[in-house]
């Protein structure tokens, strides 16, 4: 063997040994009946084009998301979670309007403790910026917080119980959040239910094609320019509820999804110094707002979808 061949050897076995200590320290990530991690997801969808109310002027509705989740762990007990998400709608408020942009772009920073072989949290930090973009400022910088409390029972089921809350254009909102995840014995069948946000049921038709359905909420806010002022804010209320069929490819480290399904939107627009109270879930004290125009869209829909995941078994066994 050649000093070439020795150096190109040296080099790839440094390389696994870097791959190795990677997927070790992704690995105790998750703290419920998972056996994945999805690492990043890109996701693009359009809905079909429908009218305003007491109008015969057509719209539709553009989404983008994408999502990249970085977990380092520092010991058997402590993993830093990071992460960040951005997300756009590309619509029209008004009948009368061109196409708004609402964009949020959310961080992720805090920690997950293991408190034994079953208990564990996780604690974050969810500073995000929400408006159209239109002359960002601080005032377009809202804090939030997630305090998760989750249990494993096994490898196939889990649970978790937490809260959610945040500031908003409109004022504080505060979501109580339970979880479960199920997946049977010969891992065919899986739920995933993360409410109110978001629920998942899949079957496995074959070892790299799935069918599913899936439920997403979406609740923000964003603050609004007009003719070159701040004057209003919308409050975005959307449930999409979809089928899909899933492929995975390379090895299922990428799974591709083609959704199909019906949203619920409802965008609101009020005065920016109109505010609630409090809001928890769907009841709203001292909420005096005078709505100045609501887009009630509800459309079917096309989505694409691509998913990195890592899955965690491999590395297990």
């Known amino acids: 063997m050649n000093i070439w061949e020795q150096l190109n050897n040296i080099k790839i076995y440094k390389m696994k040994r870097k791959i190795i200590q990677l997927l070790f320290l992704i690995l105790p990530f998750l703290c419920n009946a998972q056996e994945y991690i999805d690492l990043f997801s890109v996701n693009y969808g359009k809905s079909q084009k429908t009218t305003f109310e007491n109008s015969s002027i057509n719209t539709s509705i553009s989404t983008f998301q994408t999502n990249l989740t970085l977990p ?4 058997e007990k402590y993993t830093v979670i990071s992460g960040v998400n951005f997300s756009s709608y590309s619509l029209q408020l008004f009948p009368d309007s061109n196409n708004n942009h609402l964009y949020s772009t959310n961080l992720r920073a805090g920690l997950r403790i293991s408190y034994s072989e079953h208990w564990s949290g996780i604690y974050l930090f969810l500073p995000k910026v929400a408006s159209d973009y239109v002359h960002l400022s601080s005032e377009d910088i809202y804090l939030g917080g997630l305090a998760l409390l989750k249990y494993k029972r096994n490898e196939n089921f889990g649970y978790s119980i937490g809260i959610y809350g945040s500031s908003e254009a409109y004022g504080m909102s505060m979501v109580p ?3 479960l995840y199920y ?13 109110p946000n978001d629920a998942d049921i899949n079957y496995s038709l074959t070892d790299k094609t799935k069918i599913g359905v899936d439920f997403l909420g979406h609740g923000n806010s964003y603050k609004l320019t007009t003719d070159n002022i701040r004057s209003n804010y919308v409050e975005n209320n959307s449930i999409d509820f979809s089928s899909y069929v899933q492929r995975s490819v390379l090895d299922k480290k990428i799974l591709l999804r083609l959704k199909m399904g019906y949203s619920l939107n409802q965008f609101r627009v009020y005065p920016l110094d109109q505010k609630l109270d ?3 879930l769907a009841l709203k004290f001292g909420d005096n707002r005078i709505r100045l125009f609501e887009d009630k869209s509800n459309t079917i829909f096309l989505k694409m979808e691509a998913i990195y995941r890592f899955d965690l078994s491999t590395v297990k066994k």
């Open 278 to 280: 409090l809001q928890i």
């Open 72 to 75: 380092i762990v520092l010991n």
């Open 177 to 179: 959040i339970i979880g």
């Open 183 to 195: 997946h049977s014995p010969d891992k065919r069948f899986e739920m995933n239910f993360f409410m």
